[in-house]
Structure formats: C-alpha cells, structure tokens
C-alpha cells in the first residue's frame, strides 16, 4: 500500500541549481497536486493536474514548472533555486479534483 | 482569493480532555476536509463534510459543518497522546475547480 511516493526525502541545494522532484501515486487517481509547506503555515498549492494531460497554475507558482508524465507520475521542478523556496513539499492525489487528496510524507529541501 | 480563519493556533491539554477547534472563511464552501499531520509525515484525511449542517464522527473526532457554509468545527474527546499532532481544514468550492484551500493549522500537545 504505497500511495503516494515522493523523492527524494531530502536535498539540499546551492542558489542557482535546478532540481526535479518525483511523485508517483498507485492508486489509479486523475488528479495531482504540488503544495509547498512554510513553517506555522498550512498548504499553499504550487501546481496542479485535474487530468493527465492538463496542468494549472495554483497559489505560488512562481518559480516552479511541473509535468504530468503519465497518469501515475507527477513531477515538480526548480529551474534556479533560490532560499525563499526552502520548504518542504507535498504532493497529492484524488480521485478526481474536488475530492479528498492523499498525500506523500514530504521532500525537505533546504537552499543554501 | 478565498480566506481560511484556523483557531487556535495551539492547544496544551491534559490527557483525557475534550478539545474543540474551528476554521471560518470569508466566503461559502461546498466541502470541508479536516486532515491531520503527524511529524515527518503529510496530511492524512480525518473527516470529509459535504452538506451544510452535517455533522460526522470518526471514533473520538466530531466535526460540523457550519449552516452558513463558511465555518466548520472539529471536537475530539478524551484525547489521548497519540493525538498530537498538527490539524488542518480545508475547504473547496466548485468555482474554484474544486481546490482546497487549508488553514494554517492547529498544532495540538497533550500533556500524559
């Protein structure tokens, strides 16, 4: 029973390179989810996927890209990482959009 | 954007109190979701409400959602220390394509 699985769990960077963080879910789910978690701060939605195929833009977009690579796999990506995206980030999943997500436990990354 | 009120933002209680908290908005919501995220770990769904009035139960956990569909409570008897951790609510509206909006989260210690 794996849910949703996010790598790596930790990463640090330097300002200026570029990550991808990988999310894959197995439980057959259209919809996908990238939030951001800042500390005594809940959820702000970074980019979502109602369907494969179809991305949007969420709360924080800035800064990041995303790609639905299939209907499992969902990733995140940060072309020049800076400090202000210190945080650790979620994804999610539901069955279809507008239905309760499940979520991964989180990659910590930290910017140095 | 639509506005999510949590309070409180904290709680210290003694093993075997009640707890209650609340989310309001500054806007309607179709749904509201209550998670709960324990360290280390992402959000896991506690209690989904769909109808304004309802009140569901989960074991110890009570919540309601609020008549005028901007408020939604969340009450938990006889804590236990295994209640520790932070929670969130959530709530989505159709015109905003069914995407959850989270407050910035209760964070609970019970005190053995």
């Known amino acids: 029973n794996a849910g949703v699985t996010q790598t790596p769990k930790f990463q640090v960077l330097k300002t200026g390179q570029s990550m991808t963080l990988q999310c894959a879910q197995d439980m057959n789910h259209n919809s996908m989810y990238w939030y951001r978690q800042d500390p005594g701060m809940g959820l702000r939605l970074i980019y979502y996927?109602?369907?494969?195929?179809?991305?949007d833009k969420g709360e924080v977009p800035n800064g990041y890209n995303v790609s639905r690579l299939n209907k499992r796999e969902f990733s995140l990506r940060l072309e020049s990482a800076a400090p202000s995206q210190t945080s650790v980030y979620f994804c999610?999943?539901?069955?279809?959009?507008?239905?309760?997500?499940?979520f991964g436990d989180g990659t910590r990354l930290s910017i140095l | 954007g639509q506005q999510l009120n949590q309070s409180p933002q904290s709680m210290f209680i003694q093993e075997g109190e009640d707890v209650s908290m609340n989310c309001t908005s500054s806007?309607?919501?179709?749904?509201w979701l209550w998670y709960k995220q324990d360290p280390g770990e992402g959000p896991v769904l506690l209690i989904a409400?769909?109808?304004?009035?309802e009140l569901t139960s989960n074991g110890r956990l009570t919540a309601q959602f609020g008549t005028t569909r901007k408020d939604s409570f969340l009450n938990i008897s006889a804590s236990i220390p295994s209640d520790v951790g932070i929670y969130f609510c959530a709530g989505q509206y159709f015109t905003n394509a069914g995407k959850s909006t989270f407050g910035d989260g209760t964070t609970l210690t019970v005190k053995p």
């Open positions: 806007s309607i919501f179709n749904t």
């Open positions: 996927s109602a369907s494969e195929g179809t991305t």
């Open positions: 409400l769909y109808k304004a009035g």
């Open positions: 999610a999943s539901s069955r279809v959009i507008g239905q309760p997500q499940h």
